[in-house]
């Protein structure tokens, strides 16, 4: 089994930064990528950014892009979601997940085995 804890999730004012945090345990063989999603007010769930556990390969929503970074630590064993220039449309609660599939792949929930429990981010005008 593999535990996935979010934290770092607040409020902030658009053009802000955040990161987010996922603490990851148990199993790490199980699973050959990570990634954020989140889930706009009365939207699906979608993917945010993708990463593989070797960090080198990432993958991100056009939404996010030269916005968002996906970074990991394996020796603390942590991945994080630095969130900058913030907009009111990146308010979601956002969610930490584990699966085995490509970059692109894990941008689909479908391919998630793991979920974390979410943590709000609120992005104010």
Known sequence: QVQLVESG?????????????????????????????RRNPGKERGGVATSSTGGRATYYADSVKGRFTISRDNTKNTVYLQMNNLKPDDTAIYYCAAGWATVADMMLQENVRYWGQGTQVTVSS
Not at 11 to 37: D, K
Request: aromatic fraction near 14%.
């Open 9 to 37: 999730g607040g409020s902030v004012q658009a053009g802000g930064s955040l990161m987010l945090s996922c603490s990851v345990s148990g199993n790490r063989y199980v699973f050959n990528s990570m990634a954020w999603f």
